[in-house]
Every structure is written in structure tokens, then in C-alpha cells.
């Protein structure tokens, strides 16, 4: 994480030139959850956050 400190800072430093960032990313197989795609399911849980009552 310090190296990725250190190119944050340096980033906005225009004069240096153009600049490349290779992030590799832990390659564990985590468990994948798709969202509901139940209409009705959504619409409640969207109005059930704004404060609303279901339908």
C-alpha cells in the first residue's frame, strides 16, 4: 500500500510525463452472488430505502 501512496501523490505531478499503474488483484475464488432479478423485489427495496411503504 505505501507504493500505491507514493504513485497517488506522484500522479499529479503534470510534468513528469504519462504514467502506468499495473494493479494485480488477489486471484482467489471468492463466492459469487448475483442480485434478485424479481421486479417487485427491487421496487420494495428501493421505496423501503427512500422511506416509503411497499406496493
Request: net charge neutral; aromatic share 8%.
Amino acid at each position: 500500500m505505501a507504493e500505491v501512496e507514493a504513485f497517488a501523490k506522484a500522479i499529479h505531478d503534470l510534468s513528469a510525463g504519462p504514467r502506468f499503474a499495473n494493479v494485480k488483484i488477489d486471484s482467489a475464488n471468492v463466492e459469487r452472488i448475483l442480485p434478485s432479478r424479481d421486479g417487485t423485489y427491487i421496487v420494495n427495496r428501493i421505496r423501503g430505502e427512500l422511506g416509503f411503504q411497499p406496493i
